[in-house]
């Protein structure tokens, strides 16, 4: 069974970030890149006008920052399924991050190919057992 392509959403303060990403992603034959967004606010915005399946969602941007869109987008859009891509590791971060409806998060030193089985895996959830 074919499925549709996964549409992602890249969110990140750094410009040579999201455009790595982008093509990184965007080179996968089963994923396409919907919109990369360099703040909170725009991803609000382009979340709500590209549909993506999975949002990568930086911690720390100007503005809004990953946490605050993350629950804004949650609250507007509940089957949007955000993973948050940081530098900052830590338990309370995590936490606070899954408490506002994240639902994945990766440290940005994570193994590339880790990264596309957390895409993959977060934006096709196994189907329950009958």
Same mark, same amino acid.
């Given at each position: &069974? ?9 969110? #990140? #303060? ?6 790595? +990403?982008?093509?990184?992603?965007? $080179?996968?034959? #089963? ?21 993506? *399946?999975?949002?990568?969602? *930086? +911690?720390?941007?100007?503005?809004? !920052? !990953? ?5 804004? &987008?949650?609250?507007?859009? @509940?089957?949007?399924?955000? &993973?948050? +891509?940081?530098?900052?590791? !830590? ?8 408490? $506002?409806?994240?639902? !994945?998060? +990766?440290?940005?030193?994570? #193994? @590339? ?11 096709? @959830? @196994?189907?329950?057992?009958?």
């Amino acid at each position: &069974m074919s499925h549709p392509r996964i549409r992602v959403l890249i969110v #990140d #303060d750094h410009p040579v970030v999201r455009k790595g +990403l982008s093509s990184f992603i965007g $080179n996968e034959p #089963d994923m396409e890149v919907v919109g990369a967004a360099a703040d909170g606010e725009e991803a609000i915005d382009l979340a709500l006008t590209t549909s993506p *399946d999975i949002v990568l969602m *930086d +911690l720390s941007m100007p503005g809004i !920052g !990953g946490i605050e869109a993350t629950r804004r &987008m949650v609250a507007a859009q @509940p089957d949007i399924r955000v &993973m948050m +891509l940081t530098s900052f590791g !830590g338990h309370e971060r995590m936490v606070e991050a899954l408490k $506002n409806g994240a639902v !994945g998060y +990766l440290v940005k030193d994570t #193994d @590339p190919a880790e990264l596309l089985r957390a895409v993959r895996s977060v934006a096709r @959830p @196994p189907a329950p057992a009958s």
